[in-house]
Structure formats: structure tokens, C-alpha cells
């Protein structure tokens, strides 16, 4: 059973871990994957300027390095006892994360999601990504909630 745990360093996203490493040791799993999406940049000029200009200018490896420190960042600061499970860090960027998830999600059997909803109306719907994963995936996918979810 492959497992993936979608994360986007919010308190569902930690959640979301813990579910996804008792889910990987209920199936005698030894690795999951934490997955990343970083919102690729795109210019926001309405008429895109010379690149010489610097201002439309965006430098993907840049971004990409800066959403690995980030990921790295916030695992290593996550309280949670990984024990023998191996967790491979995988960062994409993607204009659309809830599509980049679901073109993903044909890879796994499971993919752990975070709830995310706060306020008044938390339990009315899911998040839009949340939801058009659900609806999307070629895999389970598990929403895990909790109190102050």
C-alpha cells in the first residue's frame, strides 16, 4: 500500500501526518510521502515587462529551494515520532495544487488531507482543495479532523 500525506504547514496539515503514519503502521507500511505544493509564481503585470526589468521575473529554482527549506523547516518542527517509517519529501509547483494533487493521486492508495475549516461554518464543507481531491483522486483519500479542525 503506498500512502501520501498532501501538507500545507497549517495545524490540519500536522494532523494529517499523524493520521498518515498510523495508517502506513496499521498496514505494515515503511514509508509514506509528504507532499509539498507550492504555488508556482506567475507575473502579475497585466502586459508582461522585459525580463531585464526584474519585476516579472521569477527564478523557479529559486522558488523550488525556498518550498524545500520551508517543507524541511516544518517537518523538523513538527512533534511527531516518525520511529521506523521512512518519510520522503516531495515538493512540486503548480498554479492549481488541488489538480496537481489529483494528477498525483494515481500513484497511491491513500492520500491524507487535512481539514482546514475554521469558524462559525467549519462543518458545513470542506476546503476547495479538500474537496475537488475527494471528488477527484484516483486513490482513497482520508480528511482528518480533529477538535480544533
Not at 517509517?85 to 492520500?111: C, F, H, K, Q, W
Request: net charge neutral.
Amino acid at each position: 500500500m503506498r500512502i501520501a500525506v498532501a501538507i500545507d504547514a497549517a495545524n490540519g496539515a500536522a494532523r494529517a501526518v499523524r493520521t498518515a503514519l498510523e495508517e502506513a503502521r496499521a498496514h505494515g507500511e515503511a514509508a509514506i510521502d509528504v507532499i509539498y505544493v507550492y504555488r508556482a509564481s506567475e507575473p502579475l503585470a497585466a502586459f508582461p515587462s522585459y525580463p531585464q526589468k526584474g519585476r516579472d521575473q521569477v527564478d523557479p529554482k529559486v522558488a523550488e529551494q525556498r518550498a524545500t527549506e520551508a517543507l524541511e523547516a516544518w517537518l523538523d518542527g513538527l512533534d511527531v515520532d516518525f520511529g521506523g517509517i521512512e518519510v520522503r519529501r516531495i515538493v512540486t509547483g503548480a498554479s492549481n495544487p488541488a489538480r496537481a494533487l489529483v494528477e498525483r493521486s494515481g500513484d497511491y492508495d491513500l492520500l491524507c488531507l487535512g481539514a482546514r475549516r475554521t469558524g462559525a461554518f467549519r462543518d458545513l464543507r470542506p476546503t476547495v482543495v479538500s474537496e475537488q481531491v475527494v471528488r477527484n483522486a484516483q486513490c482513497s483519500v482520508l480528511i482528518s479532523r480533529g477538535r480544533d479542525a
